[in-house]
Protein backbone atom coordinates (compact mmCIF):
# COMPACT_ATOMS: atom_id res chain seq x y z
CA UNK A 1 0.00 0.00 0.00
CA UNK A 2 1.23 3.56 -1.00
CA UNK A 3 -0.14 6.81 0.06
CA UNK A 4 -3.48 4.35 0.80
CA UNK A 5 -3.14 3.18 -2.46
CA UNK A 6 -3.32 -0.97 -3.25
CA UNK A 7 -0.79 -1.34 -5.49
CA UNK A 8 -0.31 -4.28 -7.71
CA UNK A 9 3.07 -5.34 -9.17
CA UNK A 10 3.80 -7.23 -12.49
CA UNK A 11 7.72 -8.52 -12.62
CA UNK A 12 9.58 -9.97 -15.65
CA UNK A 13 12.55 -11.90 -15.45
CA UNK A 14 13.54 -11.46 -18.83
CA UNK A 15 16.66 -13.94 -18.55
CA UNK A 16 20.15 -14.04 -20.11
CA UNK A 17 20.29 -16.16 -23.13
CA UNK A 18 19.88 -15.56 -26.56
CA UNK A 19 16.07 -17.27 -26.83
CA UNK A 20 14.83 -14.97 -24.22
CA UNK A 21 15.91 -11.62 -26.31
CA UNK A 22 12.64 -11.36 -28.29
CA UNK A 23 10.42 -11.60 -24.94
CA UNK A 24 12.67 -9.03 -23.38
CA UNK A 25 11.87 -6.91 -26.11
CA UNK A 26 8.38 -7.27 -25.61
CA UNK A 27 8.80 -6.96 -21.92
CA UNK A 28 10.84 -3.92 -21.97
CA UNK A 29 7.69 -1.65 -24.16
CA UNK A 30 5.40 -1.26 -20.97
CA UNK A 31 8.25 -1.22 -18.21
CA UNK A 32 7.35 1.57 -15.78
CA UNK A 33 11.04 0.61 -14.34
CA UNK A 34 14.07 -1.42 -15.20
CA UNK A 35 15.40 -3.79 -12.63
CA UNK A 36 19.23 -4.63 -12.95
CA UNK A 37 19.70 -7.32 -11.04
CA UNK A 38 23.27 -8.99 -10.35
CA UNK A 39 25.55 -10.91 -8.22
CA UNK A 40 27.99 -9.02 -5.89
CA UNK A 41 29.93 -12.27 -6.12
CA UNK A 42 30.25 -12.23 -9.90
CA UNK A 43 31.79 -9.67 -11.76
CA UNK A 44 30.57 -11.07 -15.08
CA UNK A 45 26.95 -10.67 -13.80
CA UNK A 46 27.13 -6.67 -13.40
CA UNK A 47 29.35 -6.78 -16.72
CA UNK A 48 26.80 -7.90 -18.55
CA UNK A 49 24.32 -5.23 -17.28
CA UNK A 50 26.78 -2.72 -18.67
CA UNK A 51 27.31 -4.49 -21.56
CA UNK A 52 24.20 -5.29 -22.77
CA UNK A 53 21.02 -4.67 -20.85
CA UNK A 54 21.50 -1.21 -20.10
CA UNK A 55 21.60 -0.24 -24.17
CA UNK A 56 18.69 -2.49 -24.37
CA UNK A 57 16.46 -0.45 -22.20
CA UNK A 58 17.60 2.69 -23.44
CA UNK A 59 16.30 2.21 -26.79
CA UNK A 60 13.24 0.74 -25.85
CA UNK A 61 12.22 2.63 -22.86
CA UNK A 62 14.93 5.48 -22.38
CA UNK A 63 12.99 7.94 -19.74
CA UNK A 64 11.76 4.70 -17.74
CA UNK A 65 13.62 4.91 -14.80
CA UNK A 66 16.23 2.07 -13.69
CA UNK A 67 17.52 0.80 -9.88
CA UNK A 68 20.62 -1.49 -9.90
CA UNK A 69 20.31 -4.08 -7.09
CA UNK A 70 23.33 -5.75 -5.70
CA UNK A 71 21.71 -9.54 -4.89
CA UNK A 72 23.55 -12.29 -2.61
CA UNK A 73 24.96 -10.00 -0.82
CA UNK A 74 25.96 -12.92 1.49
CA UNK A 75 28.24 -14.77 -0.76
CA UNK A 76 31.01 -11.71 -0.31
CA UNK A 77 31.64 -12.71 2.87
CA UNK A 78 31.27 -16.41 2.31
CA UNK A 79 34.79 -18.55 2.31
CA UNK A 80 34.25 -20.87 0.11
CA UNK A 81 32.91 -18.33 -2.86
CA UNK A 82 35.97 -16.38 -1.91
CA UNK A 83 38.72 -18.83 -2.41
CA UNK A 84 36.72 -19.50 -6.18
CA UNK A 85 36.99 -15.72 -6.78
CA UNK A 86 40.38 -15.79 -5.71
CA UNK A 87 41.17 -19.06 -8.16
CA UNK A 88 39.65 -16.96 -10.56
CA UNK A 89 41.22 -13.97 -10.49
CA UNK A 90 37.87 -12.07 -9.48
CA UNK A 91 37.19 -9.96 -6.37
CA UNK A 92 33.43 -9.80 -5.28
CA UNK A 93 31.45 -6.52 -6.47
CA UNK A 94 31.99 -3.87 -3.44
CA UNK A 95 28.97 -1.81 -2.57
CA UNK A 96 31.01 1.52 -3.55
CA UNK A 97 31.97 0.17 -6.59
CA UNK A 98 28.33 -0.53 -7.15
CA UNK A 99 27.36 2.69 -6.51
CA UNK A 100 29.58 4.15 -8.87
CA UNK A 101 28.49 2.05 -11.53
CA UNK A 102 24.48 2.97 -10.70
CA UNK A 103 25.45 6.78 -11.25
CA UNK A 104 27.45 6.24 -14.47
CA UNK A 105 24.03 4.39 -15.28
CA UNK A 106 21.59 7.03 -14.61
CA UNK A 107 20.15 4.19 -11.88
CA UNK A 108 17.50 6.27 -9.54
CA UNK A 109 19.08 3.90 -6.87
CA UNK A 110 21.22 1.15 -5.69
CA UNK A 111 20.16 -1.55 -3.28
CA UNK A 112 21.50 -4.78 -1.82
CA UNK A 113 19.93 -7.54 -0.19
CA UNK A 114 20.11 -10.69 0.67
CA UNK A 115 17.12 -13.49 0.32
CA UNK A 116 19.16 -16.28 1.85
CA UNK A 117 19.85 -14.03 5.15
CA UNK A 118 16.43 -11.80 4.81
CA UNK A 119 18.74 -8.53 4.25
CA UNK A 120 17.22 -5.63 2.91
CA UNK A 121 14.17 -7.66 1.33
CA UNK A 122 11.14 -5.27 2.33
CA UNK A 123 12.84 -2.61 1.91
CA UNK A 124 14.00 -3.56 -1.77
CA UNK A 125 10.40 -3.92 -2.44
CA UNK A 126 9.28 -0.69 -0.80
CA UNK A 127 11.72 1.02 -2.53
CA UNK A 128 11.20 -0.33 -6.45
CA UNK A 129 7.12 0.44 -5.63
CA UNK A 130 7.91 3.63 -4.55
CA UNK A 131 10.12 4.17 -7.56
CA UNK A 132 7.14 3.11 -10.21
CA UNK A 133 4.47 4.52 -9.09
CA UNK A 134 6.27 8.07 -8.92
CA UNK A 135 7.81 6.79 -12.42
CA UNK A 136 6.71 10.15 -13.98
CA UNK A 137 8.95 12.51 -11.86
CA UNK A 138 11.71 10.27 -12.25
CA UNK A 139 10.77 10.10 -16.04
CA UNK A 140 10.92 13.87 -16.16
CA UNK A 141 13.99 14.69 -13.98
CA UNK A 142 15.65 11.77 -16.51
CA UNK A 143 14.60 14.11 -19.61
CA UNK A 144 15.92 17.02 -17.86
CA UNK A 145 20.04 15.53 -17.48
Not at 18 to 33: M, S
Not at 47 to 71: C, D, V
Request: hydrophobic share 35%; proline share 3%.
Amino acid sequence: MINGLTVSVMAADTGGSEQCDGLRNVAYENADIFLYGFSVDNPSSLHTIINKYTTETQMFSPHAPRMLIGLKTDLRRSSTRLLQNISQQEAPITKELAKSVAKKLNCVAYIECSSKNHENIEQMFSLIIRTAYFSDYYRDLLKQN
